[in-house]
């Protein structure tokens, strides 16, 4: 070890296997984004997986777990509901206490003048401390899915169809609310008070306002989406700023100025939106959105916010495409950059020669550009196009999977399934259904998974895997061996075998029948593993499954690497460059060597020069920046702040073949933004991290 003292840093250099390393990369940046909430001193974002993030200048830190459905401000905490309970927080989200434990399935908050107020276990209370201590307020005899509260008046709202409650006196006594409304025992699916006028947004019946404390309402909804002639879509999210009304409506965000609602260009699934003055925040399915100038413009500002979930990897060369929600995103250096060319919602992605096709809510969609812009290709395809399940590729061709079974009283329906295959890169399809079971109404099992190689091609249906050696000519069944009632995840067909990834482990075809391949799998719950990709590389075997990356050493399966990827659901891995690349669930996209050391080597000599992201990221005031030189040479790491002026130099010596750790104290530094730089020889390589005191 390797021990240097200099001015603001400590230099500490050792050497490990990285090959047995998971390192996180860069991105995607972004995340599906549950709740927002702009308080008095900081800016709350929750994930749909439950983690907390607290804004800093745009560098999103990670503060906490809580599995919340809403957060909402009061005074200077902060109040969680969660399924049941509420949870409140007095430093910025770093750490929750649990004030209130419900019975009912959801606990509404709502504020007003820093008195907050719930409804849970048939009732009303409220708090007068920012939710330490709450007290009753009255009994409801309905579940209650919004509260809304302007001195004496409080308006409750129903989430079984018992409409709007109306109280005139604190909450002591509630009456129904009928006049002006279209029916008196509808859902409410959010209030909001304007000053003092109120809102309400009814079941299908659109928004409606009233002007006299909630007696009487009149409708307000023109300009929000509409999905008949006569039926609106709910809003899910009011917020208020100044005196300006902004609703989300099927998850988009709308602007009201006293007469019609404006949809605000924000072209993303929006699940809520918070704000202060003319800044407003909007956490969607690809991140947080940043507008200063009242949602005229929004700008991405997910920072440092790497909470992805990513669906599908896939390789083209030494590009790597992520499915993420909403948008594709693309790094061509193992993850160490990444950018967003397009925007697409799929469930699959497969690289044909030079185009992108990706299975979509509309069918199939094709992109000539790298994901920029894209186009559906359902020329020929016959059966409903949201019944798209899969795609898979060969050398000439291109197939596409559906799949829709519907239940009716315990027994299934098949109404769509069944293969088609296109050899004109898209421009046309054509059904290659001949024998793939039917049913007695003629419609084709439902097909929900496809893989193909050379002119062997896969099918796993409802009735089992199906194989075609003649381009889809006819279909025979691939043996037995697969038990009932198991879910086929994904198909992996090389010259050698074909892999079946279940949610009972994987399975192996050898030519007339399925083998089970589970030797070695930890069995949660008693049950193997989910395995939903495989990736083959200098002859090893490498799966994603459930709880983590293995690798198959020929007899038995083993954890791969340490770190996140080995503990938690891997959705798809895909090796470039000599990196194995996984898509972590709630956590982006991470790394790992799988370029093997030659024995008559140092084997902790890495074989590239590399320069990692620091962790923790954001930090205070220590932090730790590991990096690869794969040559002697002369290598400096310079650290530099946002104005590029040169702060501190980290290491600035020849240096041999190793992998080394550099942790840095920035006691000495203002917080903010700094950028930390490698270079040796003719590599350089630049990074950014945050220091917040």
């Not at 925040?281 to 440092?304: M, P, V």
């Not at 359902?378 to 239940?407: E, H, K």
């Not at 099992?445 to 099918?459: D, I």
Request: proline share 4%; with cysteine; net charge neutral.
């Amino acid at each position: 070890m390797l021990l240097r003292v200099i001015p603001f840093f400590l230099l500490v250099a050792t050497c490990s296997i990285t090959s047995a390393d998971w390192v996180r990369t860069s991105g995607p940046q972004g995340g599906s984004i549950r709740s927002v909430s702009v308080g008095q001193s900081a800016t709350l974002v929750v994930t749909f997986d439950g983690r907390v993030y607290r804004d800093n200048a745009g560098a999103w830190l990670a503060v906490s777990t809580l599995p919340a459905t809403r957060i909402i401000p009061v005074g200077g905490s902060f109040l969680a509901s969660t399924s049941s309970d509420v949870f409140r927080s007095t430093d910025n989200g770093s750490s929750w206490t649990p004030v209130f434990s419900s019975t009912t399935f959801s606990t509404p908050i709502t504020v007003d003048r820093n008195i907050a107020y719930i409804s849970a276990n048939d009732s009303i209370f409220k708090s007068l401390d920012e939710g330490e201590h709450w007290t009753f307020v009255t009994h409801q005899t309905n579940i209650t899915s919004c509260i809304t509260v302007s001195g004496d008046t409080m308006l409750i709202g129903s989430a079984v169809g018992m409409g709007l409650q109306r109280s005139t006196n604190g909450g002591a006594t509630f009456s129904p609310v009928t006049n002006g409304l279209p029916f008196s025992s509808g859902i409410i699916n959010s209030l909001q008070r304007v000053g003092t006028d109120f809102f309400a947004s009814i079941g299908q019946s659109g928004m409606l306002r009233s002007t006299d404390g909630g007696f009487s309402w009149e409708l307000r909804s023109t300009g929000l989406p509409q999905f008949d002639l006569t039926s609106y879509y709910a809003a899910t999210r009011m917020l208020v700023l100044g005196s300006t009304l902004y609703a989300v409506a099927n998850y988009k965000v709308y602007k009201y100025d006293g007469a019609l609602w404006t949809l605000l260009p924000l072209d993303f699934t929006v699940a809520d939106i918070g704000g202060t003055g003319t800044m407003m925040i909007s956490g969607t399915n690809a991140g947080i959105w940043r507008s200063t100038n009242s949602g005229t413009s929004w700008q991405e500002s997910n920072g440092d916010l790497v909470a992805t979930t990513t669906s599908v990897l896939v390789k083209r060369t030494n590009d790597v495409f992520a499915l993420t929600p909403g948008r594709i995103a693309l790094t061509a250096n193992s993850g160490n950059t990444w950018t967003f060319p397009g925007r697409i919602d799929a469930t699959r992605l497969v690289v044909h020669g030079t185009s992108l096709f990706a299975a979509t809510f509309n069918g199939v969609n094709r992109s000539t550009d790298n994901g920029t812009t894209w186009a559906p290709a359902n020329q020929g395809i016959t059966q409903y196009l949201p019944d798209l399940r899969d795609i898979a590729v060969t050398d000439n061709a291109i197939y596409a999977s559906f799949f829709y079974v519907i239940s009716l009283h315990g027994n299934s329906s098949w109404s769509s399934g069944g293969v088609f295959r296109s050899t004109n890169n898209g421009d046309s399809w054509l059904a290659v259904n001949t024998g793939l079971p039917q049913n007695a109404f003629s419609v084709v099992a439902p097909t929900h998974r496809v893989a193909a190689n050379g002119q062997s091609v896969f099918a796993a249906t409802v009735a089992g895997v199906f194989r075609t050696t003649n381009s889809g000519g006819n279909w025979i069944a691939a043996g037995t061996g697969i038990p009932a009632n198991t879910w086929v995840e994904t198909l992996h067909n090389t010259a050698s075998y074909v892999l079946s990834g279940t949610n009972r482990g994987v399975f192996r075809f050898n030519g007339s029948a399925w083998e089970e391949m589970n030797n070695g799998f930890p069995q949660p719950n008693g049950f193997y593993p989910y395995a939903y990709s495989f990736v083959e590389f200098n002859g090893a075997l490498y799966a994603a499954t459930s709880v983590g990356v293995f690798r198959y050493n020929g007899t038995s399966w083993a954890s791969f690497g340490t770190g996140d990827p080995t503990t938690i659901s891997i959705s798809s891995i895909v090796e470039t460059n000599g990196d194995l690349l996984a898509a972590v669930s709630g956590k982006g996209v991470w790394r790992i060597s799988l370029t093997p050391v030659d024995v008559d080597e140092n084997p902790l000599s890495p074989k590239r020069f590399a320069l990692e992201q620091n962790y923790p990221n954001p930090f205070n005031p220590t932090t730790s920046v590991e990096f690869q030189i794969a040559d002697f040479g002369f290598v400096t790491l310079k650290l530099h702040d946002v104005l590029g002026c040169e702060v501190a130099t980290l290491v600035n010596e020849e240096s041999r073949p190793g992998s080394y750790v550099v942790s840095f104290n920035g006691s000495n530094l203002p917080s903010g933004a700094y950028f930390y730089r490698l270079q040796a020889g003719e590599f350089t390589q630049t990074r950014r991290f945050m220091l917040l005191k």
